[in-house]
């Protein structure tokens, strides 16, 4: 099983940008899809999760409409749309499977910065 993010880059302040991830090694459109950001010097949490079906849950109230998750289930990878980005929004953004846990790909950076 593998998780391949990619995307980040550094942006400025009201920038939009698109993640993606790529997934290997399992059924990927039987499982719910989630991305996560670490920020320096605090924990990983979770923004947002595609369900295999149905509408997304935004855990993260500070990314609720200007982040937008979708999936394409033939080629294996769930994006991140984000929008109107904050400097708050810096940290490295990782996807992963949130009901059953992989090992963690390497992230890709997102740097919010004028």
């Known amino acids: 099983v593998q998780l391949a993010e990619s995307g980040g880059v550094l942006v400025q302040p009201g920038g939009s940008l698109r993640l993606s991830c790529v997934a290997s090694?399992?059924?990927?459109?039987?499982?719910?899809m989630s991305w996560y950001r670490q920020a320096p010097g605090k924990e990983r949490e979770l923004v947002v999760t595609?369900?295999?079906?149905?509408?997304?849950?935004y855990h993260a109230d500070s990314v609720k409409g200007r982040f937008t998750i979708s999936r394409d289930n033939d080629a294996n990878t769930v994006f991140l749309q984000m929008n109107s980005l904050k400097v708050e929004d810096t940290a490295v953004y990782y996807c992963?499977?949130?009901?059953?846990?992989?090992?963690w790909g390497q992230g890709t950076q997102v740097t919010v910065s004028s």
């Open positions: 595609s369900h295999n079906g149905g509408s997304p849950t």
């Open positions: 090694g399992f059924a990927f459109r039987s499982f719910a």
């Open positions: 992963n499977r949130p009901f059953a846990v992989v090992h």
